[in-house]
């Protein structure tokens, strides 16, 4: 029966990973978006472990949680998005746990299949993260679409072809906005941008996905990181918020998110709530608790939260060193080419400006950059980012 089925499409990410993973030593594994200490170590952060031994001390039950999941943690993660905002209509916006950022995207695509439908046009940024065309396609959408973000002379977003890619959409259609941090790019529109972006939007009548993957992250300030959300809201718009906190809290396999849907009235987001916790229920029932219950201990304690905010800021920080010790080493080399851009990105990742084939040819090194050019400067340490430098000025002057 299943012997003639197509090849499966091997995913981009997790497979180079595994392929970096098994290389022999040395080498530099910058393949997925996973936050590495000094020492190029994976690096659970110190309030989580804090949090996790207080909560064994609570002897907490097993039992089922909602079918939208911990209201704590929804509440809190809704909360902290809009860190800052007084007055946040919090009864207007529906919010459900989700399986993290993917869980968060896929709850998304199938409300937007039962409301406006799968032939309601999608559209990504060119480039977007590997996994949401997919995420797209396979909850049924017919028309998964691009629109222009990223301009590689500039190596920053290309406002005016996004803009021009935008007011062409048909009305309805949903756009795939990166909250912060850009995924592979690390370009973000400014905020006077994301005014004109809002604009578009406004005209066009078009449905907002926001994807949250490094609130905080960024610049290590939730509030910086969170302003194009923020200014949806003031704007009165109604759009979907997918949330994750994998990156900003290290909690990269207990796969913890949030959905939120921000309603024009109070009625509007009962009936959405009720329409997700129809959507779940028949999928996975209803979610794990353990991440929730960290999440929302950490948000909600006082003094958790102030030592996590100072840890997240030490891991923006030490991501902004990394590019600036990758930056000088090449311009100390001199590299053909202008790597300013490797400063100017932000978040976790840089889209370094190579082709393909000198991609490739880092990988040959064992140097493990994703064929795109993207590289997790995350995982980078002070000694790699030198190495780093040398082998992107091999293969450049090849
Ligand atoms: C990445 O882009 O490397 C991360 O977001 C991990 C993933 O799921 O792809």
Known sequence: RWSNLPPPTPDVVFTLNSKAKAAADPKINLVIGAYRDDDGKPMPLKVIRKAERIL????????????EGDPEFC??????????VKDLPRQRIAAVQSLSGTGACRLAAEFVARTTGVNTEVYLPDPTWANHKAIFQFSGFHHVKNYRYFDSNTKGVDIKGMLEDLARAPENSLVVLHL???????????????????DVCQKRKLQILFDSAYQGYASGDLQKDSIAARIFLARGFEYLVAQSFAKNMG?????????SVT?????????????????IRPMYSNPPAHGARLVKFVLMDETLRAEWEVELKGMADRIIRMRKILRDELVQLQTPGNWDHITRQIGMFSYLGLSKAQSQALQDRRMFVMLTGRASIAGLTANTAKLLAKGIDEVVRN
């Open 180 to 198: 912060c941090a850009h995924n592979p790019t690390g370009a973000d529109p400014t905020p006077e941008e994301w005014n004109l972006i809002a």
């Open 56 to 67: 064994l001390e609570k002897n907490l039950n097993y039992e089922y949680l909602p079918i």
């Open 251 to 259: 909690l990269y396999n207990d796969r913890i998110g949030c959905l």
């Open 263 to 279: 309603c024009a009235t109070t009625v509007a987001s009962e009936k959405v709530f009720g329409l997700l916790q129809n959507i």
């Open 75 to 84: 509440d809190a993660s809704v909360k902290m998005l809009y860190s800052g």
